[in-house]
């Protein structure tokens, strides 16, 4: 099962964040089905500061792109992330419109 970690800054206003965590105490249904939908099995998202960082398992031959093709065809899912960008901010270097971004592993400790 491939793992995925990405990185995606909040803005960094107290408020705003306090806003975003009451959003994930309850995503939205859709949402949850488009995720799963894609092949994403497991997800979580961790906050330091305002710096998230997401952790993905998911099923052989998962695609960003064909997730966010299925996402663009969503008008849920684009509602609920049209409501996120309010709260994010894109990392340094990214690409017009490029929310999440991948994070390189650079030390894995594996069992013996």
Not at 4 to 25: G, S
Not at 66 to 78: G, H, I, M, R, T
Request: aromatic share 10%; hydrophobic share 40%.
């Amino acid at each position: 099962m491939p793992r995925l970690c990405m990185m995606l800054d909040l803005k960094d206003d107290p408020k705003l964040i306090a806003e975003y965590r009451r959003y994930h105490e309850q995503v939205w249904p859709e949402v949850l089905h488009s995720l799963r939908d894609a092949g994403i099995l497991e997800m979580e998202i961790y906050l330091g500061g305002n710096r998230l960082f997401m952790v993905l398992e998911t099923m052989d031959g998962f695609s960003f792109e064909e997730k966010l093709k299925a996402d663009a065809a969503n008008p849920k899912v684009c509602e609920w992330e049209t409501l996120m960008w309010n709260y994010q901010q894109a990392l340094p270097g990214a690409r017009p419109g490029e929310k999440w971004r991948p994070a390189e592993c650079v030390f894995r400790l594996n069992p013996e």
